[in-house]
């Protein structure tokens, strides 16, 4: 049996990392981008596609409704997020997963 502090803990970090994916899609990836010449994106909804694609392994809207941020489980919110992260700081190469992101979609993708 859940209590009430479970609940409204449950809805605090749902809240907080809902909060924090927004913050890295809005503003945290697209200014970056101003500094990373070789990304292929600029726009918040690019990143967004390409880390959700890659998250769900599919065009994400084939995965969970829009908006995404409002119908991800924590669990997939933090691994989003944990790639996002993994992005700014040079971890992940954003080039890559753009490519499979488009591949995923069908789109064809050259170099």
């Known amino acids: ?8 803990g449950a ?5 907080s990392l809902r909060a924090r994916w927004v913050e890295l899609i ?3 990836l697209p200014v970056a981008a101003l500094r990373q010449k070789h990304w292929p994106v600029r726009l918040d909804h690019c990143f967004a596609r390409i880390l ?4 769900y392994g599919r065009p994400w809207r084939e995965a969970i ?5 409002r119908h991800m489980s924590p669990d997939d919110l933090a691994a989003g997020i944990d ?3 993994a992005v700014l ?3 992940a190469d954003l080039r890559a997963l753009n490519r499979r992101s488009l591949e995923l979609r069908g789109k064809v993708v050259s170099g």
């Open 1 to 8: 049996m859940t209590n009430c502090r479970q609940v409204q």
């Open 11 to 15: 809805d605090a970090q749902i809240q």
């Open 26 to 28: 809005r503003r945290e």
């Open 52 to 55: 959700l694609d890659n998250l």
């Open 65 to 69: 409704p829009a908006p995404a941020w």
């Open 83 to 85: 790639l996002a992260e």
């Open 89 to 91: 700081e040079g971890r």
